[in-house]
Structures are given as C-alpha cells and as structure tokens.
C-alpha cells in the first residue's frame, strides 16, 4: 500500500475502539480505496490503515467524518519516509505546558498584561520581537531568583514529551528544542526532557536582577526556521526527514518547512497550514504518525 492513514486518540482516555476504526476503514472503502488492517500501535489509542487509490486529504475528511465525537487525531501520508531524523520542537505551550513569560511575570505581579501580549503574538496579531522586548521590558528590576521559583512551581512537562524525544534519540534522531523564550528555562527542560541540543534567548542580568532586556541577537520565527534548516543540512538529510512541532505563530516557518510540521493544540492560524495537527492526544502522537509501536517507546 502506497499510503497510511494514521488514528491516534488521548491515552488517558482511549477512544479507538476496533468498531470506530473498522468504520473508518469501511468509509475508505466506500470511496473506492483498497484497504488493509487496522494495525494497532497501541490498543484503542492508536492504529495504521495502509491504503490506496484514493488521495491523503479525502481519507483525511473521511477519517474525521467517521471518528465525529470520538477525539482522535488522524494523519494521511506516504507510507516510506515516516520515521524521522530531525526533530526541532518549540518549548512554551508545546514540550512544557506553560508559557514561560507569562508565568515569570506572575512574580511581579503584571501576568494578565504580558499574558495578554503573549497571547496575541502567538496568533501572528503583533511582530514576535517587539512583543518579546515589550515583554521583558516590564519585567525590568525582577529578582534573578524568580526564574527559579518559576522553573520550580509553574512549569509542567507536557505529557508524552518524554517518551518522544527519548525514543527518536534511541532511534538516532537528533533533536533540537528551540524557543523564543529563554535559555535559563530551554537548558534545563532540555535536559529533564532529553534533548540532543537547545536553543533560545538570553535574559540581561546585573546585580542579581532583570535589567529588562534581552541579549542580541533576538531568536524568533527566523532563528528557528535556521536552526530546522542548518540541522538538516549538518546531518546531510532531506526535507522529508525532518520534523517540527509548534503551536504558536513564531513556528509556522519551521512548520511549514518540516517533512512533517505539526500544530499541537494550537493557535488557528497555525492549525490552519500544519500537515498534521495535534488536538486531542499527548505528544506521543508524534511517535504513533511516524509508525513507532507503544512498545518500542523509550520510558520516562
């Protein structure tokens, strides 16, 4: 079979049944695809139907069509090349479930402001780089030790990221998290999380405190297209061996020029030109589009 159609639902609450996926399979079919499996990557949470004679985006509509209600995430794509080389991944509301800003800025008591400027640059509505130094800027005479606490107290690893990147490292992968936040906080989620390199911006400190700048250069949508583009370059791969992962509008470029580029739980407008999107299951998913099996998971 030429193509795979991949169902992932959340593993906390699986909802793939072999009913569910044996009406997708038989609406492929109605549409006059050839057919085989379902193959279960992990029991009612994910599963590959190898297919043909019929086109990704229509069993694409057909698989949403069918799993209406079921909260399942569905990708259709040539089946060679699945697993990937490369994975570049955003860090603020993607690989943690935070923004680290917003909660930095908790601490001096201007979260609902910054949030606010956060959340309309994450939707492509102002330019990323004045609103990251207009950001900062408010945060001017923050005690350095905030970051800490912020680390300790407000940031959570979003689940499955884990098991994502150990398990592409363990498969050969390099992985690179990239973010437009800071790399007091990319190091050490790097390191909890497990990733191959980081990358991201340096805070200004004197004197133990935030003097509300940021160092140049400035990473944003640019840098991180770079550091997807320079990557795969370094290792000598193809496009179409690389993987992004995002959910904010300073990502799309690096989505777009991703092998595979993925929305999870994003802002619509990167939702909107993603190739795979991600809004019902864990990172995992990730690993289940690229063919791994629950059982070939390295742990956390």
């Not at 193509?3 to 909802?15: E, G, H, K, M, Q």
């Not at 580029?261 to 864990?282: F, N, Q, T």
Request: charged share 25%; hydrophobic share 45%; aromatic share 4%.
């Amino acid at each position: 079979m030429n193509s795979i159609l991949t169902l992932v639902s959340n593993p906390a609450d699986p909802a793939l049944t072999p009913a569910r996926a044996g009406e997708v399979r038989a609406a492929l079919e109605d549409a006059g695809a050839t057919t085989q499996g379902p193959d279960w990557l992990a029991p009612q949470v994910a599963c590959d139907i190898p297919f043909e004679n019929l086109s990704e985006a229509e069993a694409e509509t057909l698989a949403r069509n069918a799993l209406e209600g079921a909260g399942a995430d569905v990708l259709a794509q040539n089946a060679a090349g699945r697993r990937k080389k490369l994975l570049v991944a955003d860090m603020d509301s993607t690989m943690i479930a935070a923004e680290c800003l917003n909660e930095l800025a908790n601490f001096a008591g201007r979260k609902a402001e910054i949030a606010a400027i956060t959340e309309r640059a994450m939707a492509g509505e102002i330019e990323f780089e004045a609103a990251l130094k207009k950001r900062v800027a408010m945060l001017k005479g923050l005690e350095e030790s905030a970051l800490a606490a912020t680390l300790k107290d407000r940031i959570a690893l979003t689940l499955g990221g884990k098991e994502l990147v150990r398990t592409m490292n363990a498969s050969g992968a390099l992985t690179i998290l990239v973010s437009g936040g800071f790399t007091y906080f990319t190091s050490r989620v790097a390191e909890a999380i497990g990733f191959t390199e980081h990358r991201g911006n340096a805070l200004v400190i004197q004197d133990g405190k935030l003097t509300g700048e940021v160092a140049a250069p400035v990473l944003g949508r640019d840098a991180k297209l770079a550091t997807l583009t320079a990557a795969r370059r370094r290792l000598g791969i193809a496009e179409g061996e690389t993987l992004a992962v995002g959910d904010g509008a300073n990502d799309l470029d690096m989505i777009e020029a991703a092998g595979l580029g993925v929305a999870y739980r994003a802002k619509p407008v990167v939702a909107e030109v993603a190739r795979a999107r991600v809004d019902h299951g864990d990172l995992t998913a990730l690993l289940y589009f690229q063919g791994y099996s629950a059982t070939e998971f390295v742990g956390a």
